[in-house]
């Protein structure tokens, strides 16, 4: 009968149907005869309010026990939920200004010959010249921050708060007619190369001295197709998945290259010779996704054009092949923080996440439920960031390297990655707590933690796996998500797994995407149409209503 049925699935008892009859297969029914003691001809019924653990107990000599006895809902993380984080469209951190339109196009600028932009002063202290640039146009001598006074337009030094002549408070920077066209055609000639069709730049300058980029970077970002975030650094934000050990076949390394990075045995203990040897991570090794890696050896290449055409210094990195990745450093960092830890690539996997040990993404104050972090190649903030870019207003200061972190101390990370367990197989008594419902601090002592090892040799390795991997790579890298096109189609995908998993109530799922998600949605896309301005898109005036003259 149907209920049966439902009954022997709820059970995950195997079978199969034929015709009107329930079949199971003969092995399985050694098994069930043994298990529910059938050959016992004496009938046990089940008693009131007897629940069905204690009703198997007199029932079988076996004891059953309850797999599962709390079911705990979770949202999974996108394996695919990794991009290429920047300012939309931007390849260099210098002002164009609003008459350039909603491009931002340097070569509109260019056509337009001089911009008026908002920008420092500087002074060189060797010729007084006047500039914008961190080096005299003239003299090359590193020049000085001014302050400027609005109401006389002179200018002072930078400690200086109220102009000596009038008394009127100085600022840090005012506006200033710029010949953008000359200044493109010395900074293309000075490179020895033609302008980027597409290079963009930024309206004005949210940082507090209004301190431009050099040209020259934007001009090499946009000949290896690479854009820039607020901090002028390239970085690729990707989801942080913790990982321990792995395979050299998982991660796309030979033996050789990986003998050259300081590995030389396997976890065991045994020497490394072949590609499926089970291989413990150290704790600053990091395995990039594919697609960053195809990235970073664009970033590379732009790092490189750099240190020759603007530093003039030899170029470092010569990548051609993700592979020549292999053994350089990174930065990681959290959007929420200002310190970053560094890492070394040491393999690539076509999941777009961050493979890292759970050190490395404690070091940077993330537990890994879903969050996504940012990574650099770490020549990139050592020679394009500066705390001058860095915008003014509050949390400015975030998502930002202000510090890097070279050696990573297990002492000094979060201290959830302290509760890490070190065993290779769990202990009896694990188990037995666990019906017991008893405190995690009850069993401490025999989960060995990895904060009973802090201070010792232990600290960073032998920390233990209790489940075995054939590939870390095997699941799914692009979730159904991504690939259903439309919106109907992603919540019909998610409405028929509710109808088809017996543990999950449809119309709970059906009320959650209109509670959490559609109601919201509306409700916010309402209130935005209600608060629209409108822009216009000849001179970008806005306005709240549409002019009901158009001059």
């Known amino acids: ?56 107990k007199r029932l079988s000599n076996i004891i059953i026990k309850n797999k599962a006895p709390y079911y705990i809902g979770t949202r999974m993380g996108r394996p695919e939920k990794s991009e290429r984080k920047s300012m939309k469209g931007v390849h260099s951190l210098f002002p164009l200004s609003d008459k350039v339109g909603n491009s931002r196009s340097f070569l509109k600028a260019i056509e337009l010959g001089k911009i008026k932009i908002d920008v420092c002063r500087k002074k060189c202290p060797k010729c007084k010249t006047i500039t914008i640039f961190h080096n005299c146009p003239k003299c090359g ?69 209004k301190v431009p980029e050099p040209v020259d970077k934007g001009i090499l970002r946009a000949k290896n197709g690479v854009l820039v975030y607020k901090t002028a650094e390239i970085r690729y934000d990707a989801t942080d998945i913790p990982l321990t050990h792995f395979k050299p076949k998982e991660i796309g390394i030979s033996i050789s290259k990986l003998k050259e990075l300081g590995y030389t045995h396997d976890y065991l203990g045994n020497t490394i010779t072949n590609n499926n040897q089970i291989i413990e991570l150290k704790v600053q090794d990091v395995i990039l996704s594919n697609d960053c890696a195809e990235y970073f050896i664009k970033v590379a290449k732009f790092l490189d054009d750099e240190l020759e055409l603007f530093y003039k210094m030899n170029r470092f990195y010569n990548v051609k092949k993700k592979e020549d990745l292999i053994g350089h450093l990174v930065v990681g960092l959290a959007p929420h923080t200002s310190a970053g830890v560094i890492g070394r690539i040491i393999g690539f996997s076509p999941a777009r996440s961050i493979y890292a040990h759970p050190y490395w993404h404690a070091a940077k104050r993330r537990n ?44 000094e990370i979060d201290v959830e990655a302290h509760n890490l367990d070190t065993l290779f197989k769990y202990p009896l008594e694990f188990y037995e707590a ?48 991504k690939v259903y096109e439309s919106m109907d189609d992603k919540i019909g995908a998610q409405l028929h797994l509710a109808r088809v998993i017996s543990a999950v109530d449809e119309r709970n799922v059906a009320e959650k995407i209109l509670t959490t998600h559609f109601n919201p949605d509306i409700l916010g896309n309402l209130r935005k149409f209600a608060v629209q301005e409108f822009r216009c898109v000849k001179c970008n005036e806005k306005y709240r209503r549409p002019p009901l003259y158009n001059g």
Request: aromatic share 8%; hydrophobic share 35%.
């Open 1 to 56: 009968t149907p209920e049966i049925k439902k009954i022997l699935e709820k059970a995950f008892v195997l079978h199969r149907v034929q015709e009107d009859k329930i079949i199971f297969s003969k092995a399985m029914n050694l098994i069930y005869i043994n298990i529910f003691n059938l050959n016992n001809n004496q009938k046990v019924e089940p008693k009131e309010d007897e629940d069905i653990f204690s009703y198997f």
């Open 141 to 209: 001598t590193h020049t000085e921050f001014q302050k400027i006074c609005s109401n006389c337009k002179k200018l002072f030094p930078l400690n200086e708060q109220h102009c000596p002549e009038c008394g009127n408070l100085l600022d840090f920077s005012n506006e200033a007619i710029f010949n953008i066209k000359e200044h493109i055609k010395s900074r293309l000639k000075a490179l020895n190369l033609p302008l980027p069709k597409n290079l963009k730049g930024i309206f004005g300058l949210t940082n507090k001295l």
């Open 368 to 411: 890994c439920d879903g969050d996504e972090d940012g990574i650099m190649l770490l020549l990139d903030p050592l020679l394009n960031f500066s705390r001058y870019y860095l915008p003014s207003k509050i949390g400015g200061r975030m998502d930002a390297t202000l510090v890097i972190g070279t050696l990573l101390d297990p002492n």
């Open 434 to 481: 666990t019906e017991r419902f008893a405190e995690p601090s009850e069993i401490e002592e025999i989960m060995k933690l990895v904060k009973s090892r802090l201070g010792t040799e232990e600290q960073y390795e032998n920390i233990g796996f209790n489940i075995p991997t054939d590939d870390i790579n095997i699941g799914p890298t692009v979730s159904a998500y």
